[in-house]
């Protein structure tokens, strides 16, 4: 059985909306964490490390970070895949942007959004405004991430471009509203904002 | 034939050690990249998105992030037991520890680099100080990140360590200094550095 350590409205929702699309059981247990303003409070019952969200328990395993639980999700269920497996031709594309999101999405905005300097040769992310030009270069001439197949990356990154803009975190574009507005009215998406 | 395109004393140096645990037939193509001091451009030979290092080329398959290319690798050439494969119960702790490097330990420095606090509950890091905690918590039911076998992750982390180790953004920890010697007496690390 898979449980998945949620709290709604973070970052923990896409992997809500992942196991949706993949239409495999779970339950997910509600958990508090720190917050920006100083409250809640950590859960014990949480197995991240830090005790934030998501953290996800199947079958005794434990897996923490929202892109390595994307990718055990996709490598192990396969009956509606959402991702290349091992061996397929754009298993390198689709690790290599399961990575970008943490390692250089995230940091790259959330840095700007709070004023911190870029320094270039020392962060291993790249400007905000680089990683916009990027993201819409490669959005631009493709339905989905990995071309014409909706995949996994497009709930980590597309739910991701999806509430930056929505925060303005990230500045919206013709190109991102319509990725955006097609990611967003999959019936999955809506399953999301219910739990 | 696979390509690197690395330049020395960087984050892509790793990936020679790496390709020498693996035993796997790898070229290094060596790219300009911007730098601190504001000398040097991105390289138009270099396939990563913003002309960082490393990213590699596997007969035309393009692999960028460290991350990424670590797990990329350790699948592709598995016989070298250099990662759990899918499958194995050690997969979903290697997969976390992979990610939790670009995405944890990563930003968790360069905030301290910067001397700004971790913005708790919007980021998705944590202080530096909370990282090596737990990171030592692990090690010390070591030897490896992942227990008694040594993997890819290792690499990451020693390096990383190895290249913060001797600056104030580094909390002091024996237990990590003893895991990054550890790793690095490895002989083909030493290959490594030859072949850089």
Not at chain 1, 149 to 155: E, K, N, R, V
Not at chain 2, 80 to 109: C, H, I
Request: overall charge neutral; hydrophobic content about 40%.
């Amino acid at each position: 059985m898979i449980t998945l350590y949620h709290s709604p409205m973070t970052r923990s929702g896409s992997i809500v909306w992942l196991l949706e699309e993949l239409g495999v059981p779970y339950e997910t247990r509600i958990v508090t964490f720190r917050k920006v303003d100083g409250t809640g409070a950590r859960d014990p019952a949480n197995p991240h490390p830090h005790g934030k969200v998501p953290a996800l328990t199947d079958d005794g395993e434990t897996l923490f970070e929202s892109s390595a639980i994307a990718l055990h999700l996709t490598d192990k269920y396969r009956d509606k895949p959402m991702g290349p497996a091992v061996g397929q031709p754009r298993r390198g594309e689709y690790l290599s942007w399961l990575a970008y999101r943490p390692g250089v999405m995230e940091p790259a905005l959330i840095s700007r959004a709070f004023g911190t300097k870029h320094v270039q040769g020392a962060m291993g992310w790249a400007p905000a405004d680089e990683v916009e030009e990027v993201l819409n270069a490669h959005l631009a001439s493709r339905e989905y991430f990995l071309g014409k197949d909706f995949s996994a990356l497009d709930i980590l990154l597309g739910g991701g471009i999806y509430f930056m803009m929505m925060q303005k975190m990230m500045a919206e574009t013709p190109v991102l509203k319509a990725y955006a507005a097609r990611i967003t009215a999959r019936p999955a998406f809506a399953k999301m904002m219910q739990r | 034939m696979i390509t690197l395109y690395h330049r020395p004393k960087t984050r892509s140096e790793r990936f020679l050690w790496l390709f020498e645990e693996l035993g796997a037939p790898y070229q290094i193509k060596e790219v300009n990249t911007r730098t601190r001091d504001g000398t040097g451009a991105v390289d138009p030979a270099n396939p990563h998105p913003h002309g960082k290092v490393p990213a590699i080329s596997d007969d035309g398959v393009i692999v960028f992030e460290s991350p990424a290319i670590a797990l990329y690798l350790t699948d592709k050439f598995p016989k070298a037991g250099l990662g759990p494969t899918v499958g194995d119960p050690k997969r979903g702790p290697y997969l976390s520890w992979l990610v939790y490097y670009g995405s944890v330990l990563e930003p968790a420095f360069m905030s301290k680099f910067m001397n700004v606090a971790v913005p708790v509950g919007t980021a998705g890091w944590v202080e530096i100080e909370q990282v090596i905690e737990f990171v030592a918590k692990t090690l010390s039911a070591g030897p490896y990140l992942l227990g008694e076998k040594f993997s890819a992750a290792d690499i990451l982390y020693s390096t990383t360590f190895a290249m913060f180790g001797p600056s104030p953004v580094m909390p002091k920890s024996p237990v990590i200094d003893a895991y990054v010697k550890r790793c690095t007496e490895r002989p083909a690390f030493a290959r490594a550095q030859g072949s850089a």
